[in-house]
């Protein structure tokens, strides 16, 4: 295994290194840090929590350098999906340019205007941003993107699955031709690879987890229970298991709203965040997790991206994610950076399908599990012979990152 010394960064950056508590590179690191430092467009497909932050941020700073100007413009621009993941990334990026005075700031949409303004008036090197804010800010003249030396889209599919791909291909078109890009992605779909064939030409392609592989040291079992049965289920798991750190995902907001009243009503600590909910308050709710004021958060798969938290010891997957690659980033969220984590899913009949296609893509067959002495009604139990058929691809399943397909919407959900 290969040292941080052994990549190529310098003094300063390895003092950053020790600053961010990093003993080791991790694999996304090692492969990455390299390539990057020697200009080269790279291309990661690394799961969440592989530490690919790092890997980008740090050979970044050692990278750029400052023109002459004497109000600096950006010269790395990092795009995210999701204001919280920009908030982890400028802390990253905020500990690695301290020794270069860099100027870290990130931009982003749901929050006011004008101070992100004001702070961009005072100089920036280093822009963290997502694409609508950015291209507000572009389409009015307060950035320009005219210096950027490198470009990262960081999680890149799910840029995709929300629709940014339009602002993206514009940004692209914003910063100079001959600037280097970087693209990490959990998944690298024929959308992405377009875009690599198009602006990344011999890039350096970083593979730690094959499509839909998850981290080892995730435990995952799935639980069957009748749709009506999952608060009930839920109660009792929590109140059986020590589940430690616990992100509960639910499918819809309005869902994730309605499961945190009903813990809240059983006395639980909890706490909802999406979309829906405002900064200020998805700020709070993430503080009192991180603080462990509140051990459980409950949450949609929009915002999963964004959550940057340590030592998440459980994901319970209250609905089972449609799409595969949902369910690879929800139980990323645990067993970060090696450590132990456990991801349950509960599994309702109706969402057996959309377990295939899960099993499917992960090429294994996730363990079925009871809660013993639980009064489970009759009808929830999954048939064994249809769970372990993973060999073949499931029957037609539609969900959002499939092409449409000219038949009407098979109704499933
Ligand atoms: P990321 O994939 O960037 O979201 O990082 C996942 C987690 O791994 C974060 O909590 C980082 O602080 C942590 N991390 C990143 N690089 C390392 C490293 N080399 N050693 C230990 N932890 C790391």
Redesign the pocket.
């Known amino acids: 295994m290969k040292k941080f010394e052994d990549l190529g960064l310098n003094p300063k950056l390895l003092k950053a290194v020790s600053r961010l508590k990093?003993?080791?590179?991790?694999p996304v690191?090692e492969q990455s840090i390299p390539p990057i430092l020697a200009g080269k467009h790279v291309v990661a497909c690394a799961q969440?929590?592989?530490?690919?932050?790092?890997a980008f941020v740090l050979p970044t700073i050692q990278s750029i350098t400052r023109s002459s100007r004497k109000k600096p413009v950006p010269h790395a621009l990092v795009v995210v999906p999701t204001r919280e993941l920009a908030t982890?990334v400028e802390k990253v990026a905020k500990v690695a340019a301290q020794p270069y005075e860099y100027k870290v700031r990130s931009v982003v949409g749901g929050i006011k205007y004008k101070p992100q303004l004001e702070r961009l008036s005072r100089g920036v090197d280093v822009l963290v941003a997502t694409p609508g804010r950015l291209l507000d800010l572009t389409d009015d003249k307060q950035i320009d993107l005219s210096q950027i030396q490198i470009l990262i889209l960081d999680e890149a599919d799910r840029m995709l699955d929300m629709g940014f791909w339009p602002p993206i291909k514009k940004i692209l078109n914003m910063i100079p031709r001959d600037s280097q890009k970087l693209l990490f992605s959990a998944t690298i779909g024929s959308e992405i690879n377009k875009m690599v064939g198009a602006h990344m030409k011999n890039s350096v392609k970083v593979e730690i987890a094959r499509k839909g592989e998850t981290a080892q040291h995730i435990i995952q079992s799935c639980m069957p229970v009748e749709h009506s049965q999952k608060a009930d289920l839920l109660l009792a798991l929590l109140s059986r298991r020590s589940t430690g750190k616990t992100l509960i995902f639910t499918r819809t907001k309005r869902r994730a709203n309605m499961l945190a009243r009903i813990l809240s009503k059983n006395k639980i600590k909890c706490q909802a965040i999406h979309g829906d909910r405002s900064q200020s308050q998805r700020t709070r709710a993430l503080k009192d997790f991180t603080t462990n004021r509140i051990d459980i958060l409950v949450t949609t798969d929009v915002m999963a991206r964004g959550i940057?938290v340590?030592n998440i010891d459980t994901v319970i997957n209250y609905d089972t994610p449609v799409s595969p690659e949902d369910y690879v980033h929800r139980i990323g969220r645990t067993g970060?950076?090696g450590q132990k984590g456990d991801a349950i899913t509960f599994v309702a009949p109706e969402e057996m399908l959309a377990l295939r296609d899960i099993e499917f893509l992960m090429k294994e067959v996730i363990p079925a599990v009871d809660l013993e002495d639980f009064p489970y009604r009759e009808g929830r139990t999954i048939p064994s012979e249809k769970r372990l058929a993973v060999k073949e691809k499931p029957k037609p399943f539609q969900h959002r990152s499939r092409k449409k397909s000219s038949r009407p919407r098979n109704r499933r959900r």
């Open positions: 990093y003993e080791n590179p991790t690191q969440t929590g592989t530490g690919k932050t790092a982890q940057h340590d970060r950076a």
